[in-house]
């Protein structure tokens, strides 16, 4: 499969980002979203004084502009949907084999495909409209549900390799409440064509860390090359390289982080 970075008109963004958030049962049950448009236009050629002549844009009525504006919204947050399912590598094959059964005319399901994995899938969709715009890549932002997570033992450590050009990546330390772990950083990974360590260059670059409790994802705080942290919570640690989301792609590099307690 070729992962793309999003490239679409503005008006799909504006949309996305400046309306409420939709779920995906109110994305996915919408039915065909012309319907309403259909159903105004066939009032409005009903109503014409001459049959002769199309229906004039200012002749449009107020239901038929709102229909046909709630018609664009809906195949907005449709695009957006179907973007993050086709590039997001947890969803990308499910979503190959629905496309192909509404091809073929057997109307898949997609609950089948999708339910047992929903409330992820929730979750992650959250995020890719947190974060979407020109050039964000979906596949670098997938999250890692397949790693084991264990709490760290007194005087043991993890070792996890943590890419420059990724979304958060789990390092399988289920880090405590109230505990101290110590960390550190080594190599060096570029930021676009800066290189830099852990701790970053110009505000970019930094390691930064977010705890994942649940399905819910704590606010991100710095780690840096060195040094030690209390848990203010329990969770799953995750960590990143700080980088403008759509400006991933171009990272390239990574760096070794070690965790103990």
């Known amino acids: 499969c070729r992962y793309v970075w999003i490239a679409c008109v503005s008006q799909m963004l504006d949309t996305i980002n400046n309306t409420p958030a939709r779920s995906f049962a109110s994305i996915v049950t919408a039915g065909p979203f012309t319907r309403g448009t259909a159903r105004s236009l066939g009032v409005m050629l009903a109503n014409r004084l001459d049959a002769s002549r199309p229906v004039l844009l200012d002749e449009w009525t107020d239901t038929a502009s709102a229909e046909l504006a709630k018609m664009q919204a809906d195949y907005h947050w449709s695009w957006a ?45 959250a995020q890719f409209l947190a974060h979407v715009q020109p050039g964000f890549r979906a596949d670098l932002c997938t999250w890692d549900w397949e790693t084991r997570w264990t709490p760290l033992a007194a005087g043991s450590h993890s070792t996890r390799r943590i ?39 110009d505000g ?49 590099g990574s760096v070794t982080l070690r965790i103990e307690r």
């Open 81 to 125: 949907l179907c973007y993050f399912l086709t590039h997001n590598r947890n969803y990308a094959t499910s979503m190959r084999h629905l496309g192909r059964q509404y091809l073929e005319k057997d109307r898949g399901n997609f609950r089948e495909h999708f339910g047992r994995v929903a409330r992820r899938m929730e979750f992650e969709f």
């Open 163 to 201: 890419h420059a050009r990724r979304g958060y990546q789990a390092t399988g330390v289920e880090i405590e409440a109230g505990r101290t772990y110590t960390f550190s950083a080594t190599g060096t990974w570029s930021i676009g064509k800066a290189e830099c360590d852990a701790d970053g260059l």
């Open 204 to 252: 970019m670059g930094l390691l930064q860390a977010a705890v994942l409790d649940g399905l819910k994802l704590s606010a991100p705080f710095p780690l840096g090359s060195a040094g030690d942290f209390i848990a203010s919570g329990s969770g799953n640690l995750y960590v990143r390289c700080s980088e403008a989301w759509h400006q991933l792609a171009d990272n390239s």
